[in-house]
């Protein structure tokens, strides 16, 4: 499976950005969806999470109420919309697939099997 991410760029404190990850090579709906970010000189960690359904979300406590996951099995794509942009908002942001059926919080836990490049977010104070 291949993912491409894209819809990085910079962006003022207090604007938006929507992130979108494209999936092909094999059957989209069967995966949930995870994105991750890595700023500089930290460790890559969990932003946001959507299971293959949609019917399930989870988001790292740092984002939550400010960015929303969804997915449009269809076009075989998730989105990540980030609102309310802060500096500290500001890494290269990936997404990952995962076949297994996780929901919930296990979706911010599981080591993703796939993943795409990344995507550069920067919020300028």
């Known amino acids: 499976v291949q993912l491409q991410a894209s819809g990085g760029g910079l962006v003022q404190t207090g604007g938006s950005l929507r992130l979108s990850c494209v999936v092909s090579g094999r059957t989209f709906s069967s995966y949930a969806m995870g994105w991750f970010r890595q700023a500089p000189g930290k460790e890559r960690e969990f932003v946001a999470a959507?299971?293959?359904?949609?019917?399930?979300?989870y988001y790292a406590d740092s984002v939550k109420n400010r960015f929303t996951v969804s997915r449009d099995n269809a076009k075989n794509t998730v989105y990540l919309q980030m609102n309310s942009l802060k500096p500290e908002d500001t890494a290269v942001y990936y997404c990952?697939?995962?076949?297994?059926?996780?929901?919930?919080?296990?979706?911010?836990?599981?080591?993703?099997?796939?993943w795409g490049q990344g995507t550069l977010v920067t919020v300028s104070s």
């Open positions: 959507i299971s293959w359904t949609g019917g399930s979300t």
């Open positions: 990952a697939a995962d076949a297994r059926p996780v929901t919930g919080q296990a979706m911010g836990v599981i080591e993703y099997k796939n």
